[in-house]
């Protein structure tokens, strides 16, 4: 009992070492595994240098890039905190948006996940401080061109308390990722991710139809908006291709007009 500080104190200099210096350490799992039956036992309510542990080291705990080494075992220790405290699950979710993987599919997978297991423990108003920038994120794991990405992403909606979550705020939640369900059912490249937006697009629409149409009635008109900008731009560029073939037809030089920065200016 005595001791348990200086334990934990250890455990934490090795993390602290291996996150942010070395990132080579082969007890990483191990030692996650032992934390989990550790904080399993925490008394209520919890200690702010626990909460401090969650911030410091286990968050951190994200970044390196041997995650899938050590995931199963930190996942849990995250979780448990989440249902010890469901206050701690915003800090949490910001927390895995710091470190969201943005070039590895595999990683991502594991991430989205993890974020599953948090949002089950998270009531409505720790959800409703992180909404807009963690269904931002979601909104691009859509639209990932990686199949499972966006499969994984999808699934968070088979997930009834989630779900529930998402309904209480589609207000908020759908005109950010309306625009990802839409492109994916209009041209993903996997059969199974366009299947599956379309379960997701129904959910909404049952929910709330008026809602539903004026989020495409945006989405449609943002499209017309973008569409008349791309073609003005290419407008303007034909026609500077067409003064250049007519210049190099009559063997006139385009000439660009070179400023030598050395130069004093005349005035």
């Not at 401080?129 to 639209?143: E, G, S």
């Not at 407008?235 to 003064?243: C, F, G, N, P, S």
């Not at 190099?248 to 070179?258: F, L, S």
Request: aromatic residues 10%; hydrophobic residues 40%; contains cysteine.
């Amino acid at each position: 009992m005595v001791h348990r500080p200086f334990i934990r104190k250890a455990i934490n200099n090795i993390f602290y070492r291996f996150i942010f210096e070395t990132e080579k350490h082969n007890g990483i799992a191990e030692l996650l595994e032992i934390l989990g039956s550790i904080i399993n036992g925490f008394a209520l309510p919890l200690k702010e240098e626990h909460k401090l542990f969650l911030v410091r080291a286990l968050i951190p705990l994200h970044k390196p890039k041997c995650i899938p080494m050590y995931h199963q075992q930190l996942s849990y220790c995250i979780s448990q905190f989440v249902e010890k405290d469901c206050k701690l699950a915003d800090t949490v979710i910001r927390g895995l948006l710091k470190y969201w993987p943005i070039t590895n599919s595999s990683k991502e997978v594991m991430f989205l996940g993890e974020l599953e297991e948090v949002l089950e423990a998270t009531q409505t108003a720790e959800f409703q401080r992180c909404m807009v920038p963690l269904f931002r994120q979601i909104a691009h794991c859509l639209n990932s061109l990686h199949f499972q990405v966006a499969e994984r992403a999808l699934f968070l909606w088979n997930n009834d308390h989630i779900e529930n979550l998402i309904k209480q705020n589609h207000k908020v939640i759908l005109p950010i990722i309306f625009p990802s369900l839409e492109r994916n059912t209009r041209g993903h490249w996997n059969q199974a991710v366009q299947s599956l937006t379309l379960n997701v697009r129904k959910i909404f629409s049952d929910y709330d139809p008026e809602f539903f149409e004026e989020c495409l009635r945006k989405f449609e008109e943002d499209e017309a908006k973008d569409k008349e900008v791309k073609s003005k731009r290419e407008a303007i560029w034909k026609r500077l291709e067409d003064i250049v073939a007519s210049k190099a037809t009559n063997n006139e030089a385009v000439i660009v007009p070179r400023v030598n920065p050395h130069q004093p200016s005349s005035g």
